[in-house]
């Protein structure tokens, strides 16, 4: 059963845009924190982004000021707005929930890759 589905990767340019977007299933009940991880190939998953229910972010080091995440707890939606994108930032993302009791859900990873 799939409960975080993700969509809005593809093929940019560099300095370009995309726009991810995750639909968590309300299945899961009692979501603290919400956010998108990275893995390119031959690399460990990074985090990029996450925003808790309060609405608290955090980013890598390496996105800020380009990348920007946003939930709608409404629809249990968490979108990733990426601008300024850079061929580093080439990799599969994944869409991250994390509950109350600290349980942890994983997206199927949508591929991002940015040309130079």
């Known amino acids: 059963q799939v409960q975080l589905v993700e969509s809005g990767g593809g093929l940019v340019q560099a300095g370009g845009s995309l726009r991810l977007s995750c639909a968590v299933s309300?299945?899961?009940?009692?979501?603290?924190?919400m956010g998108w991880y990275r893995q390119a190939p031959g690399k460990q998953r990074e985090l990029v982004a996450r925003?808790?229910?309060?609405?608290?972010?955090t980013y890598a080091d390496s996105v800020k000021d380009r990348f920007t995440i946003s939930r709608d707890n409404a629809k249990n939606t968490v979108s990733l707005q990426m601008n300024s994108l850079k061929p580093e930032d080439t990799a599969v993302y994944y869409c991250?929930?994390?509950?109350?009791?600290?349980?942890?859900?994983w997206g199927q990873g949508t591929q991002v890759t940015v040309s130079s």
């Open positions: 309300r299945t899961i009940f009692r979501i603290n924190a």
């Open positions: 991250n929930a994390v509950t109350l009791s600290t349980r942890d859900y």
């Open positions: 925003i808790t229910s309060a609405g608290t972010t």
